[in-house]
């Protein structure tokens, strides 16, 4: 499990038949074939799979491109790795100091377990004087606030300043949202006249619609146990049914977004804890806030959910022996985000710009 300054690095290795008991190293470049490290494997008397766990700074993990068996001159003896097996460092603030003794009241709390299996999160200290600029000067990818009312005109500052680089900035309603005034939302609130300073409360349960284009959760299946009974209202303005990535059945977004320079801003309508909803309780949470951290860094047009189908040429593939060459001329190009094993016509390699590389291996998921 990774620590504070660390996450480990898993690399399974196999062989086609498991006779007799090998040991072996499997070494960790960057995309200019630097060595980041090496770890050892033991492939057990009978046993046709073992593992290199790899311990290093986030910083030095993200930066890893290939993964290679030392002394196996093979293509199949490589995993590339291209930007969807980084690891983001994610920065979590609440406007309430944590219950310890109830941590299940604290606003973070299915927040931060819905996150930890795949992020490395980071939490201001105690008392903390400037808990949002402290976070940010930590290289983050997300900044989630959980229920964070009005913020002074600095911070203000820093967070556009991280949303024009490219960063992410996730936001849960609360009654501090509800009363506040800033601009960092995707869609102008309701204030006043509501329960909760502009939160509609309902009488009847409601549960979410089925998700659509351009939503980036289609294909995520709204469980019918997911109710909401209360949430803070968007005006209904021309622009958005485009900004809506989740909604209620009738229709009333609970999930909305906007792009702002590089980056994305994303605003649950409802809070990070249970008092509005069971959303945070379920499985659908999780794959939501899965959806949202890959979009760190991602193009604008994927983030809107409205990207085709986009094709990458290659810039540079393995031969056989599992060293880099150019592109032959039968090469061609892959959609971008490809997943499947490497062929005659898209072998093994990068494809695409150097700041968004797709990789195509030898070995797709599974195989053995």
Do not use: C
């Not at 659509?212 to 021309?238: H, M, N, Y």
């Amino acid at each position: 499990e990774p620590d504070d300054q660390s996450a480990a690095l898993l690399a399974k290795v196999m062989r086609a038949q498991g006779a007799g008991s090998v040991e072996g190293r499997v070494r960790a470049l960057d995309a200019k074939g630097l060595a980041l490290g090496e770890a050892p494997f033991t492939f057990g008397l009978n046993a046709a799979e073992a593992q290199a766990r790899f311990q290093m700074p986030i910083e030095l993990r993200n930066a890893v491109a290939r993964l290679e068996v030392e002394g196996e001159h093979s293509t199949g003896a490589v995993a590339l790795i291209d930007e969807r097996a980084r690891r983001r460092r994610i920065g979590v603030v609440s406007s309430a100091t944590a219950d310890t003794a109830q941590p299940l009241l604290s606003p973070t709390y299915y927040v931060t377990r819905a996150l930890a299996p795949f992020a490395e999160l980071r939490e201001p200290n105690a008392g903390s004087t400037d808990p949002i600029g402290t976070l940010l000067a930590q290289n983050l990818s997300v900044l989630v606030l959980a229920d964070v009312g009005s913020m002074d005109r600095e911070t203000q500052g820093k967070v556009a300043n991280f949303l024009e680089k490219g960063g992410v900035l996730l936001r849960f309603a609360g009654p501090r949202l509800s009363a506040g005034e800033d601009e960092l939302v995707p869609v102008r609130l309701r204030r006043g006249g509501r329960s909760l300073g502009g939160a509609l409360s309902w009488e009847t349960p409601k549960t979410l619609a089925r998700f659509t284009r351009p939503s980036p959760f289609e294909g995520l299946t709204p469980p019918a146990e997911v109710k909401v009974t209360r949430q803070i209202l968007a005006e209904p303005d021309a622009d958005l049914p485009g900004k809506v990535w989740a909604a209620l059945a009738d229709g009333t977004p609970v999930v909305t977004a906007e792009r702002r320079g590089d980056g994305l801003i994303v605003l649950f309508h409802v809070t990070a804890d249970t008092t509005w909803s069971n959303l945070p309780l379920s499985g659908l949470f999780v794959d939501m806030l899965r959806k949202i951290v890959a979009l760190a860094g991602a193009p604008a047009e994927a983030a809107s959910g409205e990207a085709k189908v986009e094709k990458v040429p290659p810039q540079r593939v393995l031969d056989g022996h599992g060293v880099f060459r150019s592109p032959p001329p039968t090469a061609q190009p892959v959609a971008r985000g490809a997943t499947g094993r490497g062929t005659l016509i898209n072998p093994p390699g990068f494809y695409g710009a150097a700041e968004n590389l797709t990789a195509v291996n030898a070995l797709a998921a599974g195989d053995v």
